[in-house]
């Protein structure tokens, strides 16, 4: 038995303590995503804290908070990611956005009806938390990892973030509609105590990572100063200027700011879409559980098959299934369609953004990973800005959501034509020239 389980976490990438405490944070990450991004929040904010706007209006508003916390996300992360290379911080910073994102989670709690603005405000505060401490997360992978347990290991952490945030969202599921068996006296009191369990299991699953992986050791650390803080303000006009010698990552950054955009969207908006036409709030909750437990084999499966069929052919399996997924959305009327819609979705969303993070790692500088982490998050965000921000006006302007799923679509089709011209071969050699 012990040497089937070792093999297990070798084939998977999570052979050595360290790998294996880092993929551990993305439990941290997912129980966020789920509980609060997709699952609760949206439903607890069109539904509660926002009952008092119109029904097309809570949409749009929604997708104006997250469209915000993306936007000044990508404002900072350059900075930021700059700041984590040159100081030999990511760690650190990573704590400090932990520890951010907890609290808000816990300030969610305190709210009720009518609340919306202060949760929208809240949200972005949160929201930003998780998506910047995601830069300094991913920043630590090319160091843990080498080419062959790239992929496998960075799959293995969505499988295991799928595994712990599914059982997260299991609890809190339990704690919304069995109110009682916790002594609870109502079901709005349990999705405040499923927002405070968010925020410690965000502590807590956090720990593994900071006791067992290294800082990333860098040739000159420089002491942090007011000056260096300033100069890492105009960072992003240097990346950029620095970019053009990795045009293999620039293509890629193209093909993956349309589809993230689309899977960011779908991730954003599912669930809120959903109550929109009239799908009942327990249908979508559970179909978001059920996305979290497909996922953990998908996200294991995923890893040895993209190292057999190459990180491209294995991203146009994802995509190809997305554009399906959006094309069920836009015809969504029963609970049925959001099941189909939900299948779709976990059997590829962890596959697609590990494959991502894991081929942009193998093509740019290990030396500089903060940094270019902090572009790789600039585009995704801007990406997540674009498509939240096109479906809240869509919605906003049309009285529903539709057209914006017709959208979505499109985005899909542009990431898998982009992908088609990405030589990673190339991309690989280049990021051996460190500048």
């Known amino acids: 038995m012990a040497q089937l389980l070792r093999s297990f976490l070798s084939k998977v990438g999570l052979d050595t303590k360290e790998r294996r405490s880092w993929a551990i944070y993305d ?27 119109p029904n097309n209006l809570r949409s749009a508003y929604w997708a104006y908070f997250s469209a915000l916390s993306m936007i000044i996300v990508a404002v900072v992360s350059p900075s930021l990611g700059f700041l984590a290379d040159v100081c030999g911080s990511k760690k650190r910073y990573l704590a400090y956005y932990t520890a951010l994102g907890s609290l808000g989670c816990f300030a969610l709690a305190a709210l009720g009806h009518g609340q919306w603005l202060v949760a ?19 920043a630590l ?37 069995k109110y009682e068996m916790f002594g609870l006296p109502n079901t709005e009191a349990g999705i405040k105590l499923s927002f405070i369990s968010v925020g410690i299991v965000w502590i807590l699953f956090s720990i593994p990572l900071f006791r067992n992986v290294r800082e990333p050791q860098q040739a000159k650390i420089q002491k942090f100063s007011a000056k260096l803080a300033f100069s890492a303000i ?15 990552v620039l293509l890629f950054l193209v093909s993956f700011w349309a ?65 399906g997924v959006s094309i069920v959305g836009y015809f969504m009327t029963t609970s049925f369609h959001f099941w189909i819609l939900a ?17 942009f790692a193998s093509m ?5 990973s903060g940094e ?13 800005l674009f498509g939240p921000l096109v479906f809240g006006l869509l919605a906003e302007y049309t009285g529903g959501s539709r057209l914006s799923v017709l959208f979505v679509v499109g985005l899909f089709i542009v990431g898998i034509v982009v992908l088609k011209f990405v030589d990673i071969e190339k991309g690989r050699v280049d990021a051996l020239r460190v500048y």
Request: proline residues 4%; neutral net charge.
């Open 364 to 368: 740019v500088p290990a030396s500089h």
């Open 343 to 359: 299948i779709g979705v976990a059997l590829v969303q962890g596959a697609n953004q590990a494959i991502s993070r894991s081929l």
């Open 234 to 248: 105009f960072r992003l006009k240097e990346t950029f200027i620095q970019l053009k010698k990795y045009p293999q």
């Open 372 to 384: 270019f982490f902090g572009l790789f998050s600039v585009w995704s965000r801007f990406s997540g």
């Open 141 to 177: 992978l090319p160091h843990i990892a080498d080419e062959d347990s790239l992929h496998t290991l960075s799959n293995s952490g969505y499988a295991l973030g799928y595994l712990g945030g599914g059982i997260v969202l299991a609890l809190n599921l339990l704690f919304i509609t």
């Open 259 to 323: 589809y993230s955009d689309g899977v960011g969207t779908i991730m954003n908006m599912a669930t809120i879409y959903g109550r929109e036409v009239g799908i009942a709030s327990s249908d979508l909750i559970l179909a978001i559980l059920l996305v979290q437990f497909i996922g953990v084999p998908a996200g294991f499966a995923f890893g040895p098959l993209t190292n057999k069929i190459g990180p491209k052919k294995a991203l146009y399996m994802t995509l190809t299934v997305y554009t």
């Open 27 to 53: 439990v941290a990450n997912s129980a966020f995503a789920t509980t609060v991004m997709v699952a609760v929040l949206p439903i607890y904010f069109n539904d509660v804290l926002a009952a008092e706007l």
């Open 120 to 138: 929208g405000m809240i949200f972005v505060i949160t929201n930003f938390s998780f998506h910047v401490g995601t830069i300094f997360y991913e």
